[in-house]
């Protein structure tokens, strides 16, 4: 299963469509309050992630995951600029950083390298 976290709502669900649209299960939050407070945070295979959002940020959801033992790829997103973003984002390890707007088929190609690199894991 695909999570993705982001407060714009049309975002969300457009994001949450295209994974569908590839053959995966894909459930979409608001918030990382409410994906932390879900019944699928055990069941993730990757997190899409805004970086910037009310609340918790998506780099801290990411380090609260960690923390917690949940070694989830995550797909860093932002409308904000890399630059700005590059040193809270040198230590997350993330699989990629996307800007918005983006190409779906360079998240296609992201989101099939946290796939590979989860199941590498295993």
């Not at 969300?12 to 945070?41: N, P």
């Not at 970086?51 to 940020?57: D, F, I, K, T």
């Not at 983006?102 to 390298?113: A, K």
Request: with cysteine; net charge negative.
């Amino acid at each position: 299963m695909i999570s993705i976290v982001d407060d714009d709502e049309s975002v969300c669900s457009a994001l949450t469509g295209l994974i569908r649209s590839l053959g995966y299960i894909a459930h979409g939050f608001h918030s990382a309050e409410d994906f932390l407070q879900s019944a699928h945070v055990d069941d993730t295979s990757c997190l899409i992630a805004d970086v910037q959002m009310p609340g918790m940020s998506g780099i801290e959801l990411q380090q609260a995951l960690v923390a917690n033992g949940h070694k989830i790829p995550v797909i860093f997103i932002s409308a904000f600029s890399w630059e700005r973003l590059k040193a809270r984002l040198a230590s997350s390890n993330a699989i990629c950083f996307l800007s918005k707007p983006f190409d779906s088929t360079v998240l296609i190609d992201c989101l099939e390298t946290a796939l590979r690199k989860l199941d590498d894991a295993r």
